[in-house]
């Protein structure tokens, strides 16, 4: 019964943080792969989801900088 006083909080907060975590699609592979390109160049700001005019191009040119760059 003492084990249970601490297992049960620890495997709650395990799931909780299992559950809430969020995934990643911007990725430093991402980032190496375009010339270590800053998160900037694609994202609105550091840490945002919206993407700017350049991250959509690269995102409808199935992820290929080539396509999108300044003509």
């Known amino acids: 019964m003492k084990m249970l006083k601490f ?3 620890g495997a709650i907060m ?3 943080l299992v559950l809430t975590s969020l ?6 592979a991402l980032a190496k792969k375009e010339g270590g390109a800053k998160c900037t ?4 700001a550091t ?10 191009c690269y995102k409808d040119h199935d992820h ?5 760059k300044a003509k």
Not at 23 to 28: F, H, I, L, M
Not at 41 to 44: D, I, K, M, R, S
Not at 64 to 68: L, V
């Open 64 to 68: 290929n900088m080539e396509a999108c």
């Open 7 to 9: 297992v049960l909080p």
């Open 41 to 44: 160049l694609c994202h609105t």
């Open 14 to 16: 395990v799931c909780g």
């Open 23 to 28: 995934p990643s699609y911007g990725t430093v």
């Open 47 to 56: 840490g945002k989801k919206d993407l700017n005019d350049v991250g959509k």
